[in-house]
């Protein structure tokens, strides 16, 4: 893979963002880090990339910041409106970083929509604004000149995901919760997959105006998520007591785990995936669940050992 190669990278602070950059710069990439605040800008540039900030998704700082890109990879997004609407992180800041990559001639603009956004308003679980707002960011992306890969992610797993460190913490309280049973079906991928696949889309890799399902090689259920998680630590040295499952309603989810609709609608998501067209076309082995599962357990053991 040639490293003469340069890539913006928006929302470089967040989990897949700090994973980006991390394996850019090990690929030998100049890599671009852009956040929206300066307490953030610090974790780019422990990484070893440049720092951008851009603030209000400033045009100008954008365009200054993808001049001479080989890829815009964009991560800037919410899955609840905690800190923003969907419509004005989501949609209305994709709309600017699509528009600021059109204007500087960037060959390709890589971004993350979501599993299930093809069901919006045909399921229950998928009528909402997250849904709503990624699928017009698939739209815009489709209407746009500018060159686009479009990955619909799984839960994506690696240290300090947002799901596995949770899972861990309950384990450990010996009380771990499901939704409807948590028979829900998923394809958990590994971090370092998930990076290398956008890394490689963002320097020409993939079918151009594509959209692909990233997912993991397994399917399983959040119930048997949270077992396999338990074996695992106890086979890494964790003292692990009897845990039990509380199983809630979704609404109870809501106020028990302290999640938005929107974060439980996705936890109710049964959609399933095909991991052979991102495989084949990013020339990507998948990493096992369990070797997944055991490198964010070995990290949560680690950090708990400082």
Partial sequence: MSQNKTIAVTGANGFLGRNCLSK????????????????????VKELGAESIIVKNFDEDTLM???????????????????????????????????????????????????????????????????????????????????????????????PGDELLPSLVDAIHS??????????????PLFVGDATEVFLRAAIGWGKVNSIYDLVGPEVVSLLELIHRVAGIMQQEGFDVPHYKIVDLLPEEAMRVMDLSKEEVDVMMCDVLGNPEQFTRDFNIKSTSLDEAIRVAVRAERDEESK
């Fill in 24 to 43: 850019a710069m090990k690929m030998g990439f100049r890599v671009r880090g852009v956040v929206r605040r300066p307490e953030t800008a610090k974790i």
């Fill in 64 to 158: 200054n910041a993808f001049q001479g890109c080989d890829g815009v990879i964009h991560l800037i997004g919410i899955v609840n409106e905690k800190y923003g609407t969907f419509e004005e992180t989501n949609v209305r800041g994709t709309r600017i970083v699509l528009k600021c990559t059109n204007k500087s001639q960037v060959p390709r603009f890589v971004t993350p929509s979501g599993l299930g956004v093809d069901q919006y308003s045909r399921k229950p679980w998928a009528t909402n604004g997250y849904f709503a707002s990624k699928m017009e960011i698939e739209r815009m992306c489709q209407s746009s000149s500018v060159p686009y890969v479009i990955f619909r992610p799984t839960y994506i797993l690696g």
């Fill in 174 to 187: 010996g009380k771990a919760f499901t939704v409807n049973g948590g028979k829900t079906p998923m394809q």
